[in-house]
């Protein structure tokens, strides 16, 4: 926080003090925040070389986003400066190659499972590629399609079947955001969406455990499979956005029949005003 605003006369003296109390509270809380972080950051964010280079990239990875830092991935312990890297302490150090998959699966349960039955999982040490090849290690983002691409997935094989997989999921994917944002918009208007929201969740989770096992005939068969099941959620909220304009055209009938009945009932009643006193 820039405290620079607070020479004499810029602003009110109450307002200067209250600004005064602001800037204290966020300093106080930035050097909490300092020390709440771990030696391992502390003392790596010093650094020059190899050791040095991955803070920042791990900075802005959805790992950090989601407080996973480096002694969850490489073990060791955070709070204690001399030991940390003691072995003693459960640090793992850098994994082998043939041990990424391992690595990233104490976490990602499912996902090793999937990529351990793949064609890429049983060409591991052979030339197959592990998480980092496609995800990288430290700056590691939230997944999008993308991440199938000529240039990454071409490296080893023709890039015809990735672009397979990739058109498959891309329509299932269209379908899911198209959904998704359709039952915000209902949400929006108050409308009771929970069981739509349920069978949507359960699709999208299938949907994002398809890609490891790259087996493309399944992919391609699931991919169908789920988009007739979007298709029938789609269906369902076209008949609820029928329903909703009926009800609204209702709506406007009756008010403008409370409008028409008000201006008849008052011309009358100035027509019998008028009829009285003449
Ligand atoms: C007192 C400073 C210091 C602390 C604390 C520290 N490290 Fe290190 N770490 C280093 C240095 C120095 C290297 C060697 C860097 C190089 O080779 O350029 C290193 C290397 C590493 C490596 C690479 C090891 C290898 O085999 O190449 C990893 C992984 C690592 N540290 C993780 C951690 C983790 C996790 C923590 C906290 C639990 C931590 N460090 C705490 C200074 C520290
Ligand atoms: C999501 C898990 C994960 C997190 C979090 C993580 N690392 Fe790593 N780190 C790895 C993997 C995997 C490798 C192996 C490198 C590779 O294969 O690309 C690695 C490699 C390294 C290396 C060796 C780099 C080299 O060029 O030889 C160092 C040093 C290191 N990590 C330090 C850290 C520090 C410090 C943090 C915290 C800022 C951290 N790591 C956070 C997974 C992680
Ligand atoms: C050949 C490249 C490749 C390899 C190898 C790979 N991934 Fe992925 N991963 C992807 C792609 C592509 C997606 C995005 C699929 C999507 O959009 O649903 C993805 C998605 C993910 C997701 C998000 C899933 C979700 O439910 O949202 C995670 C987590 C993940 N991978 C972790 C891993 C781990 C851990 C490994 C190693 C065991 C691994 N990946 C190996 C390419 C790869
Ligand atoms: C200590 C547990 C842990 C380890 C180890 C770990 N992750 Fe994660 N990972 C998480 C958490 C927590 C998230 C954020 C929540 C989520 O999206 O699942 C995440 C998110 C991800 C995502 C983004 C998923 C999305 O929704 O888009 C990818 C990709 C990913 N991790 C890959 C890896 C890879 C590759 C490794 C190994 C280098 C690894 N992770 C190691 C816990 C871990
Ligand atoms: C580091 C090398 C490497 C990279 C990078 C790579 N692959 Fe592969 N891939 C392999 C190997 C090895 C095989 C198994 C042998 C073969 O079929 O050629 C394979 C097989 C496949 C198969 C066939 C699976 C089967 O059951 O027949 C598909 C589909 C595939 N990869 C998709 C992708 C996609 C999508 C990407 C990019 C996200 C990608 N690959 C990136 C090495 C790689």
């Known amino acids: 926080m820039k405290c620079t605003f607070l020479q004499k006369g810029d602003v009110p003296h109450a307002l200067r003090l209250a600004f005064i109390l602001l800037c204290m509270l966020s300093f106080t809380l930035d050097t909490f925040a300092q020390e709440a972080a771990t030696v391992c950051l502390q003392c790596h964010s010093s ?29 060791g312990d955070p709070m204690d400066a001399t030991n940390a890297m003691s072995p ?11 041990d990424v998959p391992a690595f990233c699966g104490r976490c990602h349960v499912g996902i090793l499972a999937d990529y351990r039955q793949s064609a890429h ?12 090849t496609c995800h990288g290690s430290h700056d590691i983002k939230k997944v999008t399609l993308d991440l199938i691409n000529e240039k990454s997935c071409s490296r080893c094989h023709p890039y015809e079947r ?19 944002e359709k039952l915000s918009r209902f949400k929006g208007e108050g409308v009771d969406t929970e069981s739509t929201d349920k069978g949507l969740f359960s699709i999208r989770n299938t949907y994002h455990r398809l890609f490891h096992e790259v087996n493309t005939p399944r992919v ?15 269906q369902s909220l076209q008949k609820l956005d029928e ?3 009926k009800r609204k055209l209702a709506g406007a009938f009756v008010v ?20 009285r006193d003449g």
């Open 256 to 275: 403008a029949g409370a409008l028409v009945a008000a201006l008849l009932f008052h011309l009358l009643r100035k027509t019998y005003g008028n009829n």
């Open 47 to 75: 650094q020059t070389g190899r050791g040095g280079q991955v803070v920042q990239p791990w900075k802005s990875s959805i790992h950090a986003e989601n407080g996973i830092s480096c002694h969850d991935c490489h073990g």
């Open 243 to 245: 329903q909703r304009a």
């Open 121 to 132: 999982g049983q060409a591991l040490g052979k030339g197959g590629p592990t998480c980092v």
């Open 88 to 98: 003693a302490r459960g640090f793992l150090g850098v994994p082998k190659e043939t």
């Open 162 to 180: 990735a672009a397979k997989i990739k058109a498959a999921m891309k329509e299932t994917e269209r379908q899911i955001v198209d959904i998704g």
């Open 220 to 234: 391609t068969s699931e991919s169908s499979k789920l988009q007739g099941e979007l298709a029938k959620i789609d």
